[in-house]
Nanobody
Framework: QVQLVESGGGLVQAGGSLRLSCAAS????????MGWFRQAPGKEREFVAA????????RYADSVKGRFTISRDNAKNTLFLQMNSLKPEDSAVYYC???????????????WGQGTQVTVSS
């Protein structure tokens, strides 16, 4: 079973950038498709981005395409989310997640972190 710990959240002004990290332990990191999700107050959790086992394939929600970049460092068992041109509507708790499926999917993740808060001020 893999454990996931997010970091890097914080308060940033609109137009700014943040880089989220997710440290994985307890499993073989390269066997997991990894994803980022977010949940704003009063809203359902939504898919943000995902990346395949060896980073050959990525997938993004339309709302973040061109602004966010997902990446992974398999040697360090770490997942990243570079967020640029942030908007107030990007404010949410961001979660990383791991899926044992080889498919770069938007649902069906097996393991979740505790989340990190991102707040974008206008």
């Amino acid at each position: 079973q893999v454990q996931l710990v997010e970091s890097g959240g914080g308060l940033v002004q609109a137009g700014g950038s943040l880089r989220l990290s997710c440290a994985a332990s307890g499993g073989t990191f390269t066997r997991y498709t990894m994803g980022w999700f977010r949940q704003a107050p009063g809203k359902e959790r939504e898919f943000v981005a995902a990346i395949s086992w060896i980073a050959t394939s990525t997938r993004y929600a339309d709302s973040v395409k061109g602004r966010f970049t997902i990446s992974r460092d398999n040697a360090k068992n770490t997942l990243f989310l570079q967020m640029n041109s942030l908007k107030p509507e990007d404010s949410a708790v961001y979660y990383c997640a791991a899926s044992s499926s080889a498919v770069v999917r938007t649902t069906g993740y097996d393991y979740w972190g505790q989340g990190t808060q991102v707040t974008v001020s206008s």
